[in-house]
């Protein structure tokens, strides 16, 4: 059995915040909530200054 692989055997991976391509995947795989690099730092930024003034409250009360 010859498995070769081409260029339908995979599909597209996309941003799912801002619709970026980011590249290409076996078409069985599942991918769940897949982020660019761009959209994780704004991710990780708005996280970290919410953990910011929770901890803030926290320590105030």
């Given amino acids: 059995m010859n498995l070769e692989m081409n260029l339908y055997d995979k599909k597209i991976v996309k941003c799912t915040k801002c619709g970026k391509t980011i590249g290409e995947v076996e078409i069985d795989v599942k991918v769940v909530c897949v982020m660019c690099d761009n959209c994780k730092i704004e991710n ?16 105030t009360m």
């Fill in 44 to 59: 990780k930024q708005k996280d970290s200054s919410y953990d910011f003034l929770n901890k803030r409250m926290i320590e």
